[in-house]
């Protein structure tokens, strides 16, 4: 071949692989398969927003990640300057990213912020979603900061195992694992050591000891199942795994220890008062939609069928008919 | 954080830490959460430590000895033995854990696995080295003197070559006590857990597990530096000495 007939060559090649990459870079997964009724309440972009900057933050998890993205989105559809520093860590993490004023605000869990931040026993956390929203307020609002109104749907941390497991070892609920739970390994968050609501709480309240703790990140939690790393795991009530398949059962909390809490948006009132009454407002507007059949769903999607965080949470916002 | 440090304020944490490791403290964070530090829980995360440290540079001396000592010996795989030291430097860690943990699982052998690889390079460039490097005309009057080959590795070569090989030693086992903190993300709770979980054991924690591991590389080193002493051959002892000395 000639010089230049060699370069046409390469060029017409290099050509075609950017249009091949921008044809599959720009292919739309279209998978919208939440249904449910677009009944939302618009939000609208207000001015006075423009130039108030907020940072919303989330803890270290699928589903908070799932929820920092929704409420960011909306904010930013609200007029707001957003940026998000997702996956600060664990609860304590967050709340001291929180005091410090490195985000505006993040989303916590009732039961959570009652037993792990105030010392609440977990017998004294309120059953009530709105009785435990108003403990949980006025405690927050000791520490400076302000809750915002709770989620519908409630989320608990549960022990859970494989199906087949379960029927090996023929228990149902976790009183259950008393005398068997030595030869068990029981994997968890690092943190779970000292949770009320986790080791801590199956060890002091159920008086059970098991063969050996295995700390873990939390995305781990159902791999350390499926690969035998672990013979218990701590798992999330709403977690899209156990909605999606069979494989796993949760052992039922048959003292009521372990005990679920709404999703309260948590700020800092430095943030509330700068950024005005939308702030509030869109958060607990386009929560509003988020049950627990729906949270179990969009969970799914980001933990099973590995999408996108911001791409879910932009759906879930577009179908429920948040934003356009 | 622009400030610096008032000495007094880091004096001060040294002893928090200290404090950790002594007695058994209340969690820093969890209201009503449990007990952290002291001797007991110490003393477990220690014997972890050390427990993946040895079986992972047992691993490691045991793949890359012989192969370096039978390549030095017959002068082969040069390039083979340097590039192998070069890559290995390269490898990053953490990346390989979290590799052998997506794909193979946790545990006690994924986590020697990853360690040994860590310390293979330095063992097998050094010792392939130190072989390489003994002095020619001893080789030769060696085997003038009828030893066979086995023969002149074990009396020959490996002793002349303790020196650089135990320098192999060193740093591999200092670099796996160092990088077995990190076995933490692999599930074992190595003296790591203290250092990567500053949410349950608090600042004093990780500033403890820091020195510990630190306190644990320093006594290894020293215990690596009497062995080397111990099996260098008194000749080679007295010509250092006298090459120092003039």
Known sequence: MTRSARLRALFALIAALVLAFTVAACGDDDDSTTSEETSGTAIESNPDNEGVELTIGSKNFDEQFILGEIYAQALEAAGYTVKTDLNLGSEQVALKALQEGEVSGYPEYTSTALTSFFGFAPEDVPGDAQQAYEDSADEFEKEGLVAFAPTPFSSANAVGLLTSTQEDLDVETISDLEGVSEDLTLAGSPECRERIDCLKGLEDNYGLSFAKFTPVDIELRYQVLDKGDADLSILFTTDGQLAESDDYTLLEDDQGLLPAGNVLFIASQDAVDEAGPDFQETIENVQASLTLEVMQELNARVSLDREKPEDVAADYLQEAGYVE | ?246
Not at chain 2, 48 to 65: M, N, P, R, T, Y
Not at chain 2, 143 to 150: A, F, V
Not at chain 2, 213 to 232: D, K, M, S
């Open chain 2, 1 to 246: 954080m622009s400030e610096l440090l008032p000495v007094a304020d880091v004096i001060s944490s040294f002893g928090d830490a200290f404090d950790f490791i002594v007695s058994p403290q209340p969690s820093p964070f969890a209201a009503g959460g449990g007990e952290v530090g002291g001797p007991a829980e110490v003393l477990d995360k220690l014997v972890e430590h050390l427990k993946i440290s040895g079986a992972s540079f047992a691993l490691a001396v045991v793949v890359a000895l012989p192969v370096a000592v039978w390549l030095g010996h017959r002068g082969r795989g040069e390039g083979f033995a340097i590039a192998i030291g070069n890559a290995g430097r390269a490898i990053p860690e953490l990346a390989l854990i979290a590799f052998t943990v997506a794909f193979i699982g946790l545990g006690f052998a994924n986590v020697v696995f990853a360690l040994a690889v860590l310390g293979i390079p330095p063992i097998l460039t050094n010792t392939f080295v130190g072989i390489r490097q003994v002095n020619r005309d001893a080789v030769e009057a060696a085997r003038g003197m009828g030893m066979t080959g086995w023969e002149v590795v074990r009396r020959v070569e490996l002793p002349l070559a303790v020196p650089t090989i135990f320098t192999g030693l060193r740093t591999a086992a200092i670099n796996i006590i160092a990088t077995a903190t990190i076995a933490t993300l692999a599930g074992q709770t190595t003296l790591g857990d203290f250092i990567i979980n500053r949410n349950v054991f608090g600042d004093e924690g990780v500033l403890a597990g820091a020195m510990l591991v630190a306190a644990l590389a320093i006594a290894v080193e020293l215990t690596l530096a009497g062995i080397q002493r111990a099996l260098t051959p008194r000749g080679l002892r007295l010509e250092r000495a006298t090459s120092a000395a003039a």
